[in-house]
């Protein structure tokens, strides 16, 4: 059974900083592109990031490069999301992804992360 669990959210005051974990199970997690995306209330499912099966060419979209970072341990099944400087804008529930094609994707059930002004 495939599982991701995610972790780390929590309220923060804008400027800081938040840490989020996503741990794998039940799936060859270096086999996987590894993503995070969010949803904030009333809007759609945004991507936010991603990070390839070796770790090389991590993706960002334009709302956060240069304040987030994205890693992964593939000894630890691990991947990491190190968000700094947010902004209000930032407040959503945070979702991991592991995508090997289209037919094979999974998703967490998500870690809230809200950002006060």
């Known amino acids: 059974q495939v599982q991701l669990v995610e972790s780390g959210g929590g309220l923060v005051q804008a400027g800081g900083s938040l840490r989020l974990s996503c741990v794998a199970s039940g799936v060859a997690f270096s086999d996987y592109d590894m993503g995070w995306y969010r949803q904030a209330p009333g809007k759609e499912r945004e991507w936010v990031c991603a990070i390839s099966e070796s770790g090389d060419n991590p993706r960002y979209s334009d709302s956060v490069k240069g304040r987030f970072t994205i890693s992964r341990d593939n000894v630890k099944n691990t991947v990491i999301l190190q968000m700094t400087s947010l902004k209000p804008e930032d407040t959503a529930l945070y979702y991991c992804?592991?995508?090997?094609?289209?037919?094979?994707?999974?998703w967490g059930q998500g870690t809230q992360v809200t950002v006060s002004s």
């Open positions: 992804n592991a995508h090997k094609n289209l037919l094979t994707s999974y």
